[in-house]
Nanobody, 113 residues
Framework: VQLVESGGGLVQPGGSLRLSCAAS????????MNWYRQAPGKERELVAY????????NYVESVKGRFTISRDNAKNMVYLQMNNLKGEDTAVYYCYAPAFRAWGQGTQVTVAS
């Protein structure tokens, strides 16, 4: 199982970023996927969940209405669209396949002016 994130970077408050996660080594469309994040000095937290077919999605309260998780099972990709970013969104963002307890390497998101 391999997960590779991309799309992080430096963005101003109020800006947007789209994170991508390329999955391989398993039948991607059969399994739910998660995005987590870890800010400096804090524990890793679950940000968003998406079911295997993409019908069910859940978000941590702090990102509801701003972040959208989606997936393309034909491309083995999961995405996190992040809008209206805030300083408190600064963290390393990780893609996670819970069925395999597999993590990506993470991608840094920094929100600062």
């Amino acid at each position: 199982v391999q997960l590779v994130e991309s799309g992080g970077g430096l963005v101003q408050p109020g800006g947007s970023l789209r994170l991508s996660c390329a999955a391989s080594g398993f039948t991607f469309g059969n399994y739910p996927m998660n995005w987590y994040r870890q800010a400096p000095g804090k524990e890793r937290e679950l940000v968003a969940y998406i079911s295997s077919a993409g019908w069910n999605k859940n978000y941590v309260e702090s990102v509801k209405g701003r972040f959208t998780i989606s997936r393309d099972n034909a491309k083995n990709m999961v995405y996190l669209q992040m809008n209206n970013l805030k300083g408190e969104d600064t963290a390393v963002y990780y893609c996670y396949a819970p069925a395999f307890r597999a993590w990506g390497q993470g991608t840094q998101v920094t929100v600062a002016s």
